[in-house]
């Protein structure tokens, strides 16, 4: 079964601190990885994805994330936090012809 | 290009009753997905629609249906309201469907928040 696993439910980190959302998935074939943002009151929206080729994929608004075969990983990291990146982020694998997330992480940026 | 539209964006409802979501997917698009989104289970996989057809389900009760019509616009339909529909709904399109050339990436709308009282 494609299974996603994020740990930690809420996440505060320091504005212009390191952000490090961790996920971990379980596949039976090769995974296509994503990782969604949620701002309030909004849908979600793409950060990035991971299908094939380069292992180290960017996103949108700094973020990038790392896809490890060998540890079944594909964390996102951003370098230095802001205030705008407060939000819900999720990761998820695609499979069995749907996506399926994980638990999600809620981001609380601290000034 | 305008996005996904979900409408209403709120609503109330008690016990018993029936509700209808409508989306409204990015033009072009002919895959339509619905997730129930909630506090202790996240975001859970309703179905996808594909040219009028449903093509995959996922694990929810026969209260929860749906469908699409010709110009890709999809409805779901929970009869039957329990306290624990009280959700975020939401809908997704996509250019092509699952299986075939589908990477994952979908578009979201802003979701319809459901209250069951």
């Known amino acids: 079964a494609q299974s996603v696993t994020q740990l930690g439910s809420h996440v505060s980190v320091s504005e212009g601190a390191l952000v490090l959302l961790r996920c971990n998935y379980s596949?039976?074939?090769?995974?296509?990885l994503f990782w969604y943002v949620q701002y309030p009151n909004q849908g979600l929206q793409l950060l990035l994805k991971?299908?094939?080729?380069?292992?180290l994929v960017k996103g949108i608004n700094g973020f990038e994330a790392e896809f490890k075969k060998s540890e079944t990983s594909f964390h996102l990291t951003k370098p230095s936090a802001h205030m705008s990146d407060a939000a819900e982020y999720f990761c998820a694998l695609y499979g069995n012809n749907r996506l399926a997330f994980g638990k999600g992480n809620q981001v609380v940026v601290i000034p | 290009k305008a996005g996904v539209t979900q409408t209403p964006r709120y609503l109330i409802k008690t016990r018993g009753q029936q509700v209808t979501l409508s989306c409204s997917p990015i033009?072009?698009?002919?895959?339509v997905s619905w997730y129930q989104q909630t506090p202790g289970q996240g975001l859970q996989f309703l179905f996808e629609?594909?040219?009028?057809?449903?093509?995959n389900k996922g694990n929810f009760p026969g209260r929860f249906s749906g469908r699409q019509f010709s110009n890709s616009r999809s409805e779901m339909n929970v009869s039957t309201l329990e306290l624990g529909d009280s959700a975020l709904y939401l809908c997704?399109?996509?250019?092509?469907?699952?299986?075939?050339?589908?990477?994952?990436?979908?578009?979201f709308g802003e979701g319809s928040r459901l209250t069951v009282l």
């Open positions: 997704a399109s996509s250019l092509t469907p699952p299986g075939q050339g589908f990477t994952g990436e979908l578009f």
């Open positions: 629609y594909f040219s009028e057809t449903q093509r």
């Open positions: 033009s072009g698009h002919r895959s």
């Open positions: 991971y299908t094939t080729g380069a292992t």
């Open positions: 596949s039976s074939v090769p995974p296509y």
